[in-house]
Structures are given as structure tokens and as C-alpha cells.
């Protein structure tokens, strides 16, 4: 997934990279020149199925509404509390999810702070401090590369046994998260007003880090719903 490409060129040479490891699913956020786009084919030098496959989204929410594990590739970790993985560990990681028939994604470039709190985790290229910056051709391949690797080589040994259940995509972890700051802004928590992104941002990480199930969502929206009618029937 590239998050808001400036460049059709950059766009190009991703797909490229992509079509070197067999991935095939590009997904893009609010191309900055548009899309489709003929310097983006041009540049993909042949992977003209990686291209015309792309799927584009206005929002990074609607792009990842249905994955069950997001990656979010950056150098900082923007002062949030992630689990970051080198690229080897993010792609055995990938790996383990596939093998469960989850769907996953990895965000590339261009990410604001609210891009970060949708991640599951962070991925980190260990490269000089002095330079760390990657092109987005750059962070696909190295991912791409440590991602095939890991598909021909030996699936991690530990593995989450889910039973009935299976992990939350997304679009029912963003519903959690909306249904429980709506209910914190009627009882008032998350205020100053000032710092209520940052509060948010802070809760959702929290959420995030162990991983949660669809039956998980559904138990905690269970719980939101009865502590606001407590709530309500207190007021009363």
C-alpha cells in the first residue's frame, strides 16, 4: 500500500518491485497526481498486471477496512508505544497470518501520525542513522524481498490457536474505536479539546498492540454499550 504517492514515476518502480517477489495487490491512498497514470506504467517496466490491478482509496481507513494485520513502514516511531520488527521478523510475521487465510498489508510511504495508529506494528530498516530515508521503490523491495524469502523457507513455529473466532480486520476495529471515543466524549474524558488527537491516538495503540479478535470487538463494544446506558440512567 503507498499512502498518498506524489509521483507517478515512484508509483511505477514500486509495482516493479513488487512483480519481483510475486505480490500483486497494490493498493493506493490519494494518489497526489491522480490516477491512472502513464508515467506509473511506463516506469513499471513490464509489470503492467501489478499496475492495472491497482486499486485506489481515498482514505488509508477504506484502504486497510479489510485487513486483519497492517504493517507500517517508517524510521520513527513518532513517540507511540509499537512492537517494530526488521523487515525478516515483519515478513515471518506476514507469513504466519497468511497461513491462518488472513489478509494483511503493509504501509509504504508519506504516513501522518493518525496513518501510524492504524498499524498493528512498525517496520524498521536498519539502515545508517545519519541517512535513513528510502524511496518507496526502496522500502517495497527490501520488504518484498525478506517476504519471499520467508514464503520459501520455514513458517514461524508459534502460531495464535483462535478456535471459533478470528482476528479483527480493520473496518470493525475502527467501528470499536469510534463507538468508544463517542462514548468517552459524552462522559467528557477526553478533554482539553486540544489534546484529544493525541489521546485517541494513544488509545487505539493501546488496543492494538496484543491484537484483538472479531469476538474480542464485539465483547468490548458489548461493554461500551452497557457502561453508556449505566451512564444514561444515572443522569436520569
Known amino acids: 500500500m503507498l499512502v498518498r504517492p506524489q509521483l507517478g514515476e515512484n508509483i511505477g518502480t ?15 491512498v490519494a494518489p497526489r497526481d491522480g490516477w491512472p497514470s502513464q508515467k506509473a506504467q511506463a516506469a513499471a517496466s513490464g509489470a503492467d498486471w501489478v499496475i492495472d490491478g491497482a486499486k485506489v482509496y481515498r482514505s488509508t481507513e477504506a484502504a486497510v477496512a479489510d485487513l486483519t494485520l497492517v504493517l507500517a513502514t517508517t524510521v520513527r516511531t513518532r513517540d507511540m508505544v509499537k512492537t517494530v520488527f526488521a523487515p525478516k521478523s515483519a515478513a515471518m510475521r506476514l507469513l504466519a497470518e497468511m497461513n491462518r487465510g488472513q489478509k494483511f498489508g503493509a504501509e509504504r510511504a508519506g504516513l501522518t501520525n493518525d496513518d501510524i495508529t492504524l498499524a498493528d506494528a512498525i517496520v524498521t530498516v536498519p539502515v545508517n542513522p545519519a541517512f535513513g530515508s528510502l524511496n518507496l521503490a526502496q522500502a517495497v523491495l527490501l520488504i518484498g524481498y525478506e517476504w519471499f524469502a520467508a514464503r520459501n523457507g520455514e513458517a514461524p513455529a508459534r502460531e495464535l490457536k483462535l ?38 491516538r494513544s488509545l487505539r495503540n493501546m488496543f492494538q498492540r496484543e491484537g484483538l479478535t472479531e469476538q474480542d470487538v464485539r465483547t468490548l463494544r458489548g461493554v461500551v454499550s452497557a457502561l453508556t446506558r449505566a451512564h444514561e440512567r444515572r443522569r436520569e
Open 163 to 200: 478456535g471459533d473466532t478470528r482476528p479483527a480486520n480493520r473496518a470493525e476495529l475502527i467501528g470499536f474505536f469510534e463507538h468508544l471515543e463517542g462514548a468517552l466524549d459524552d462522559a467528557g474524558f477526553l478533554l482539553p479539546v486540544e489534546k484529544r488527537p493525541s489521546m485517541v
Open 14 to 28: 514500486a509495482a516493479r518491485a513488487m512483480a519481483n517477489f510475486g505480490l500483486d495487490d497494490l493498493r493506493l
